[in-house]
């Protein structure tokens, strides 16, 4: 089989790191993938968005399945783009369709979604500049905190959580009026503030069956104690010591199979990953958010833990089998540690020379900011390597990850010295 891997991050890698694995694989390209990814496969120089460019490649290399990283392409309609077009429509994209995709592209779409279908989340209210006036008197309901979510896609940063009611209602005006977070925030979801703990739960589905991949739990802040400004994720850990099968059995039966017959009865076709984004309020689980793709940086946690081969089971997505596969976990545990450049999520500087990457022993390098240049690789983005690493427990398994940081340096790294601190 000839595979291509849409996009460029710590997810991509991962994802080709284990696809290189299978059995089944023939070729692999990863488009534009980064310098981690050419060490598992071919980078190719397209852009995710560049849909004529993916086809002519698709046809030119006789490629036999997509697999789709990011949420962009899947939100802007690859899938619908593959099935329209008569030379291509026999690939199978790994990804729900434009429709699907709105239960990540839509906060309200997602939250009408979970409504429908008796699915357990934060009670909210959707306003745009039409009904602005009813969105401060929905606050002024709320018991702070407050939680104003960008109803479209904002690159993870559309979500703020506030603790006065006069700046809650400030941030609502500016994402309505100022456009703070662009066309995404012309429509704001308020939601009610859940207390609890987060996680993320996967799983893979073919449409109307489902298998569920590894939990994991993901550090979204810059500073350690979870402190400072959002980032796209410091680190992950898998499995998750709180999710226990008690808990997991809720999240099975109140959650998973709700949401999977709840889309084959909304006529809803979804083939791919979907991560729900969930919190654990004494014991109980909500959902926070669905994404129509796998998390980033734990699918660096994620693949690193699933034992099946992931072609094996992506073809059972694309032919509908996916019930007939079977799902293999490792039982140790896997733990990701993000190495980002300094000065980020703010502004920070690309091309700094990395050093290092050929001394780390017995851990992973999972490439999210990088470019190579022959042989010397530097660093092209703001959270740039994810060192991943097995143990038989969290602590060895943080512990072989952090040995293994030191080894690694380029001007301005940082990384979180706590990753699991909570647990």
Known sequence: ?????????????????????????????????????????????IKVDDFEGIKDFVIKEGIDMVIVGPEDPLVNGIHDFFLA??????????????????LEGSKDFSKQFMKRHKIPTAKYGTFTAENIDEGYQFLEKLKPPFVLKADGLAAGKGVLILDKLADAKKELYSMIHENKFGSAGASVVIEEFLKGIELSVFILCDGKSYKILPEAKDYKRIGEGDTGLNTGGMGAISP???????????????????????????????QGFLFIGLMNVKGDPYVIEFNCRMGDPETEVV???????????????????????????????????????????????????????????????????????????????GRVLAVTSYGKNLDAALTRSYENLEKLDFEGAYYRKDIGFDL
């Open 240 to 270: 998750v010591p709180f999710a226990n099968t008690t808990f997991m059995d809720k999240v099975e039966n109140q959650i998973i199979i709700p949401v999977v017959k709840g889309l084959v009865a909304d006529n809803i076709d979804y």
């Open 303 to 381: 693949m690193p833990r699933l034992r099946s081969d992931i072609l094996d089971l992506f073809d059972g997505i694309a032919t509908r089998t996916l019930s007939e596969r079977d799902i293999d976990i490792d039982e140790r545990t896997a733990t990701t540690v993000m190495m980002v450049s300094g000065g980020y999520p703010g502004d920070y500087q690309k091309g700094k020379k990395i050093t290092g990457l050929n001394q780390v022993k017995e851990s992973m390098v999972f490439h999210a900011g990088t470019i190579a240049d022959g042989p010397v690789v530097t660093t092209n983005g």
């Open 1 to 45: 089989m000839d595979v291509l891997v849409l996009g460029s991050g710590g997810r991509e890698h991962a994802l080709a790191w284990k696809i290189a694995q299978s059995s089944q694989l023939d070729k692999l390209f990863i488009a534009p993938g980064n310098a981690g990814t050419k060490e598992v496969g071919t980078n190719v120089n």
């Open 85 to 102: 077009n008569k030379e291509i429509a026999h690939v199978p994209v790994i990804g729900p369709k434009k429709f699907a995709a709105q």
